[in-house]
C-alpha cells in the first residue's frame, strides 16, 4: 500500500525509524522529494546511517521528539543480552525500571526540528506509546501540511488518539484482507492506524476504497 501511496515529489517524516526498514522504502519511492528519518537509540541510528548512506534524498537525526529539548532516559528491552529491535520506549511516570537496562538520549521539540519544511506529505510513526505526546505538541505543524499519517498506536492512547485526529479533520482507516477500509476505533486487522486528511479523502477513497 506504501509503494501506491507515495509519490516522487513527497516529503516523508519516519517518526522511530528504527534500523531504516520504511525509510529504505520511502527514500526509493520519493526520488525527487526528501526523507526525513528519525531514531533515538545510537546503536540503531548506527545501522540506520549505514543503511541511508546511498540515498542523497535522506536526512538523519539521532534525537527523540517530545515537548522540550534536551535529554531523556529510555528503556531498552534486551533478550540474551542484547537490545530488542523496536522496543526500546521512553518509561510512563508510574513504570519501574529499576531493573532495566536504559540509555540516555537526545531528544528535541517536533515542531523545532520539522518547522522549518516547505512541505509534509507524510508521516509514519512508530514510538513504543509515546505517540500522544509528541503528535499533542506536532498538531499545529500538521494541521498546517495535512499529511497522510500511518503510525502503530498503543491500547493506553487509542482513544485520545482517536480524538485528536477527529478534531483534526482526519479520518481513520485501516487494511483488511489487503484492501483499505474505513475504520473506527479498533481495528479488524492488527496492525498501523492509516488518518487521511479531509483535503485527500475523495482522492484517496476513489483510488482505494472498493
Not at 529504505?24 to 528519525?38: D, E, M, P, T
Amino acid at each position: 500500500m506504501v509503494k501506491r501511496l507515495i509519490s516522487p515529489s513527497y516529503t516523508i517524516v519516519d517518526i522511530g525509524a528504527n534500523l531504516g526498514y520504511f525509510s529504505k522504502n520511502f527514500a526509493r519511492l520519493a526520488k525527487q522529494g526528501h526523507v526525513i528519518s528519525i531514531e533515538p537509540v545510537p546503536i540503531f541510528f548506527e545501522t540506520l546511517q549505514f543503511f541511508m548512506k546511498r540515498f542523497k534524498n535522506c536526512t538523519l537525526h539521532n534525537v527523540a521528539l517530545g515537548t522540550e529539548s534536551g535529554k531523556i532516559t529510555m528503556v531498552m528491552p534486551t533478550s540474551n543480552g542484547m537490545i530488542r529491535t523496536g522496543l526500546p520506549h521512553i518509561p510512563t511516570d508510574s513504570e519501574d525500571t529499576s531493573k532495566e537496562q536504559t540509555q540516555e538520549v537526545s531528544i528535541l521539540k517536533g515542531s523545532d526540528l520539522l518547522g522549518g519544511l516547505a512541505q509534509i506529505d507524510y508521516i509514519k510513526c512508530d514510538i513504543e506509546g509515546y505517540e500522544l505526546t509528541v503528535f499533542q505538541e506536532l498538531k499545529e505543524l500538521i494541521a498546517t501540511h495535512q499529511p497522510y499519517i500511518q503510525i502503530e498506536i498503543s491500547e493506553k492512547n487509542l482513544s485520545s488518539m482517536l480524538a485528536l485526529f477527529s478534531s483534526m479533520n482526519y479520518t481513520q482507516y485501516g487494511i483488511y484482507k489487503g484492501n483499505f477500509i474505513k475504520e473506527e476505533g479498533k481495528q479488524k486487522e492488527e496492525g498501523d492506524f492509516f488518518f487521511v486528511p479531509k483535503k485527500h479523502k475523495q482522492a484517496f477513497e476513489t483510488k482505494f476504497i472498493r
